[in-house]
């Protein structure tokens, strides 16, 4: 057989968890030929990969991003795919654009996930030429798309569709019958187009952008228990997903009624949930080890219940005080609402203003996410080179010990979004990262890839947790195996959401990564930045770790060398859009065209 590529020499991993060993890899028509321990025949091969000392494993699977706006502008997602992601999930978080239009899509989208509105309201509006599930899963194959696309149809998109954008996040409108009804539809229309689940939202600082209905909470926060029961069933019945994030402020009732609303009750199947997030926080340490036990309690009793859990510290970075956490709280949310630097400046010179911030910042019980503590946010940018490298706390203690509040109001107020700061969440402790990577009632994930481009994404957790495992191992401290933290972010999770993808075996479709362990080291860590095209040079920031990734390949071809995309990512389709239960099939050189041709929205 003459091969397309062959990777040959390397430590293959198949995504199941099996053991690893040295095998050399053909590649024929898109799909792995043959696995084999002999040399194979190079003749007439273009594509040869010497992967001796490296590790050869099936392409990372995200199950959190926040792409749906990319995709549509750049469907090669190269920052994603550099890192060894050939598969990812959109449509996280209750947040989608399948049924609203651009202005709708920027109020949703712009301020929770901190892409600029003005960006989804373009892109959407330029690209729209869908009225269905089933159109936009074509239009999106329609573009030279990088990895494999799955996706959630989220709530807010089909409440807002349904009932307008100002009636769905009104506390007082509950939908009608018929809303209900086209609801139910739109989920079962979505399911029917191969869509993993849906996801819905209760967090309660996540704020809507733009002007009609600013600062009130996404929609599918308003929605009531019948509405859900409604939604539910349907992908308790159809064995979907339901992706959530629980109502930080009421945990233990909001959490427990997800968990417990996974059990299969009286015959009927379990609903598969996966919730937002175990997350070991710094402001509540404790937590953590309430919540492990839920999954493990509620699965025994019949359930199909997950977390969602981000195996690496939770660093964020800040512009001033554009930094979501600040939502969290009522001064911080009323400094966020308002749009325009001088009403916002007006606002932080206030007396008034920043006793009640003060006050907020000292409300350290309760649920939060932000452990609320200045000594714990180093400044690493800014015009005034002498406050670099400190944090507020020491800022202020260095002015005669004003507060560590009016220290950041006040460098705030004198150098805008030009002061870089940054803190960590959670994830701060090493041994607890090492409990939940191995937890099976965690899934690993959680990267919100495409979203917050200024202030915390994860395009390399996954190569990130590989050095972990791989540390401790050396280190003679193992907590898992290499394979069984490969089939953690592979394997794995493509059974669960039910996606083809994750294993590396004979007539498996070759989505693969070379990973050189050498390289699985500190410059995983480092921070860089780097201008994203499409959304108007807006410097984002990103992972740059190249020489941990000297190969990838989507479809049998190879669309990253170095960790550096080859022409091909972007340009000509590989991958696409993966449906739930069903095979999907390489794309091929020949069959890299668009597949459908979608009516314009008139």
Known sequence: MTFDAIIKNGRWFDGTGADSAVRNLGIKDGRVATVSAEALDETGCPEVVDASGQWVIPGLVDIHTHYDIEVLDGP?????????????????CS???????????GDLFGRVEAIPRQHVIRAVDEHRTWRSAHEYVAALESLPLGPNLAAFIGHSDMRTATMGLDRATRKEVRPSRREQAKMEHLLDEALDAGFVGMSAQ?????????????????????????????LRSILRRRRRALQAGPDATHPVSTIGGQALGSIGWFGRPALRTSLLSAADIKAIPFVIHLMRPIAHVVNKLGADFRWQHLPVPFE????????VIFEEFGSGAMALHLQEKLARDELMRDPDYRKAFRKDYESKYGPRVWHRDFYDAEIVECPDASVVGKSFGQVGDELGGKHPVDAFLDLVLEHGTAIRWRTTISGHRPSVLKKLAQDPGIQIGF????AHLRNMSFYNFGLRLLRHVRDAERSGQAFM??????????????DWYRIDAGTLREGDRADLVVIDPAHLDATLEDYHEAPVEQFGGLSRMVNRNDAAVPAVFISGRRVVTDGEPTPLLGTERVGQFLKAEQAGAPVTAAAASPVAEVEAVS
């Open 76 to 92: 090669g997602l190269p920052e994603s795919v550099r890192h060894g992601v050939t598969t990812l999930l959109l449509g996280s």
């Open 316 to 323: 964020v970075y800040a512009d001033g005080i554009d930094l």
């Open 481 to 494: 195996s290499v394979e069984q933290a490969v089939h953690r972010l592979t394997g794995e999770l493509a």
């Open 447 to 450: 990267s919100d890839a495409g």
């Open 202 to 230: 209760q967090l309660l600082f996540d704020k809507i952008d733009g002007d009609l209905c600013r600062s009130r909470t996404l929609p599918s926060t308003y929605a009531k228990r019948k509405e859900m029961r409604g």
């Open 95 to 105: 947040l989608s654009t399948v049924h609203v239009g651009g202005v709708d899509a």
